[in-house]
């Protein structure tokens, strides 16, 4: 039988055209049985207060550029959302004393307008919130290279050539409302993808590349980063891909509770622990890869029980 259309945007997949069982099952997780869904390769774990949740996402930070050497460079590849723990990071490293010389940062993704990534000067700028809660925090004696610090542009090619030779130990990231990691949001319904979204092969081989956003993913940033402003947001972005995503040694996602919904969080949880990867639910093709980790606030965690406000 052919897929249901979507009820948010019928021209799109996402994760409404799945089969309504798994929405089912995934509405009727608690904490204690998303933690059950650990198995090899996927890990949960639960943090108690916010301030341990975000301390321990910036050592991720930390622990990687520690293992960095001039003969043998190691970086970690981050997200803009969250990004409370980023001046928890510069802090971090100027009381440890940890030169950062050897080590690298990639930027997750970056908005696209006019044919180009925008400017730092934009409003919503990844690279300079980047840049102005972490980078610019950090002794001068301390600090990374310019050229060390890689945001994607419009074009990929030199992004792309700085995973070459370069470790990734582990690829961050928050999970959106259409649940991506990044920007990578489901595809349009169309052509070739009219009727099944692309297989995790094609999805596989997606590389760093300019795309247009789901509306959803409008909505959420607009709601999260411009007071609900939604014509304030670019309607494509620049993202990391999944050829990139494989490169790192581990892929960990943050879920504060505050970018996607209590649904949501389960939902991606059920798909990858359970090994059901479906581009139409970006973040599920993560059930293929070897070393997923996925953190939850506890008191974010939510209730999908009908509550009438």
Not at 133 to 152: G, K, S, V, W
Not at 204 to 210: D, E, F, I, N, Q
């Amino acid at each position: 039988m052919p897929r249901p259309l979507s009820k948010i945007a019928p021209g799109w997949w996402d994760y409404t055209t799945l089969d309504p069982e798994i929405l089912r099952d995934a509405a009727r997780l608690t904490l204690d049985d998303v933690v059950k869904l650990s198995r090899p390769g996927f890990q949960v774990k639960v943090y108690d207060t916010l301030e341990d949740f975000y301390l321990a996402e910036a050592l991720e930070y930390i622990n990687a550029w520690k293992q960095s050497t001039d003969d043998n460079p190691v970086g970690i590849c981050g997200p803009i959302g969250p990004t409370e723990q980023l001046p928890l990071v510069a802090r971090l490293v100027n009381d440890l004393g940890l030169p950062l010389k050897s080590a690298h940062f990639w930027g997750m993704d970056e908005w696209h307008m006019d044919g180009r990534e925008v400017s730092e000067e934009h409003p919503l700028s990844f690279a300079r919130t980047d840049r102005e809660m972490c980078f610019a925090r950090i002794r001068p004696e301390l600090a990374m290279p310019d050229a060390h610090l890689h945001f994607p542009k419009a074009d990929p090619t030199a992004y792309e050539k700085s995973w070459e030779g370069v470790r990734c130990a582990v690829m961050q990231g928050g999970q959106g409302e259409v649940k991506h990691w990044a920007f990578n949001d489901p595809f349009r319904r169309e052509g070739t993808h009219r009727d099944a979204p692309p297989s995790i092969g094609e999805w596989r081989k997606l590389g760093t590349r300019v795309v247009e956003l789901h509306p959803l993913t409008l909505i959420q940033n607009a709601r999260t980063s411009g007071g609900g402003n939604i014509p304030l947001v670019p309607t494509h972005a620049i993202t990391v891909g999944p050829a990139q995503t494989w490169k790192a040694e581990k892929v960990s996602i943050w879920h504060p509770g505050h970018h996607d919904n209590p649904f949501g969080i389960r939902l991606t949880a059920l798909m990858i622990g359970k090994r059901i990867p479906d581009s139409a639910v970006p973040m599920s093709t993560l059930a293929e890869h070897p070393n997923v980790q996925f953190n939850y606030y506890r008191g974010g965690f939510g209730t999908t029980e009908v509550e009438m406000h």
